[in-house]
C-alpha cells in the first residue's frame, strides 16, 4: 500500500511541475500573466523590481540612456509582430513607461506647445 501511495505522490508531483512549464511554453499563458504583471508595474521603479515582477524579457532594446525590455501580451496570429510584444521602457536604469506608444513616439508624451504669438489690440 505504502508503494501505491508513493507512485500516485509522484505522479501528482509530475503533473504540477509539469503545468507550470506547459505554461512557460503556452503563448496564451504568457501573455496572460505578462498583461496581469504590467499592473502591478509603477513608474520609477528599479530596473530590478521590475525584472522581478516581469521576468525574463523576449528582447532587449537600448538606445543611448534608454533601454526597452519587450515582453509578449498578445498572442493573436491576426496582429502584427510589433502589435505582439508590449515594450517596458527605462530611462537611466528607472522605469519610464510601457506601452507601444510610449516608445514609438516618446517626444509626444514631453512635448509641450505654446503659442508665442501675442495677441495686439
Known amino acids: 500500500m505504502s508503494m501505491k501511495k ?8 509530475l503533473f504540477f511541475t509539469g503545468c507550470k512549464s506547459i ?12 498583461r496581469d504583471n504590467l499592473n502591478l508595474l509603477e513608474i520609477g521603479m528599479s530596473k530590478n523590481d521590475v525584472l522581478d515582477i516581469m521576468g525574463k524579457p523576449y528582447q532587449r532594446e537600448a538606445f543611448s540612456d534608454t533601454e526597452a525590455l519587450l515582453y509578449l501580451t498578445n498572442h493573436s496570429a491576426y496582429v502584427s509582430d510589433s502589435e505582439r510584444y508590449t515594450p517596458v521602457v527605462f530611462k537611466n536604469e528607472r522605469l519610464a513607461g510601457w506601452g507601444r506608444n510610449f516608445w514609438t513616439y516618446p517626444e509626444q508624451k514631453y512635448d509641450i506647445k505654446i503659442d508665442q504669438r501675442v495677441k495686439q489690440e
Open 6 to 13: 508513493n507512485i500516485i505522490f509522484c505522479i501528482i508531483l
Open 23 to 34: 505554461c512557460n511554453l503556452d503563448r496564451s499563458c504568457v501573455s496572460q500573466r505578462n
